[in-house]
């Protein structure tokens, strides 16, 4: 063989073992580069004709990116960040005692979570009052709001947070998330959340 030949070959091998690993990249990290939400689109694509009726004003993500980083109090009153709660499809909606539309959807949330919690879903209903901060407690007292763990961010950065990630204006919203941290859809304004329409849209997030 002879010299030209040989360093022709040499490189063929070295492009075959490039155009590898570019394969071998794209196989891991999913269409543009985010494998680690390249699952959230097979629950986008399950939840997708179920957007409807109650539940009309959810958007979904055509192309879940991981959910933007939140951090509040947690039941036991010690901080917390949204990626801790990994694991579970979470419905985080952002309510506070002086936004009227958050308190008459409170007790379809409480429901939702009462019926369908457990180790694959949650409700995390985090308040975002500044003032008075023992008024969200005796207001879910006195409706009996049970269900509803108590997550809460005195500072509202959470609110700032979701404005600036997703231009949110107005009260409540409510983020849908996998078990990975992926966003699977958004609603801003409330909702009938203990609705038919809201507990299929639910299950299918969740894969049940």
Request: with cysteine; proline share 7%; charged share 20%.
């Amino acid at each position: 063989m002879t010299s030209g030949k040989k360093i022709g070959l040499a490189l063929g091998v070295v492009a075959a073992l490039g155009l590898a690993g570019i394969a071998a990249f794209y196989s891991v990290r999913g269409d543009a580069g985010n494998g680690s939400c390249s699952a959230a689109r097979t629950a986008v694509a399950r939840m997708k004709p179920l957007v409807q009726g109650e539940i009309a004003a959810v958007e979904l993500r055509a192309n879940p990116q991981p959910a933007p980083a939140l951090g509040f109090t947690g039941p036991d009153g010690q901080p917390t960040t949204l990626a801790a709660l990994k694991g579970k499809t979470l419905l985080v909606n952002l309510w506070a005692t002086w936004c009227a539309p958050c308190l008459k959807e409170m007790p379809s949330l409480d429901a939702l979570h009462k019926e369908m919690g457990g180790p694959d879903f949650a409700v995390v209903a985090i308040n975002i009052d500044t003032r008075n901060l023992d008024k969200p407690k005796t207001w879910l007292a006195d409706n009996r709001i049970t269900a509803l763990p108590f997550y809460a961010d005195p500072q509202a950065a959470t609110f700032q947070v979701l404005r600036a990630a997703h231009k949110v204006e107005g009260m409540p919203v409510s983020l849908i998330i996998d078990k990975a941290g992926c966003e699977l859809g958004i609603i801003q304004g409330p909702a009938d959340w203990a609705s038919a329409d809201a507990k299929a849209l639910m299950k299918a997030a969740i894969g049940r």
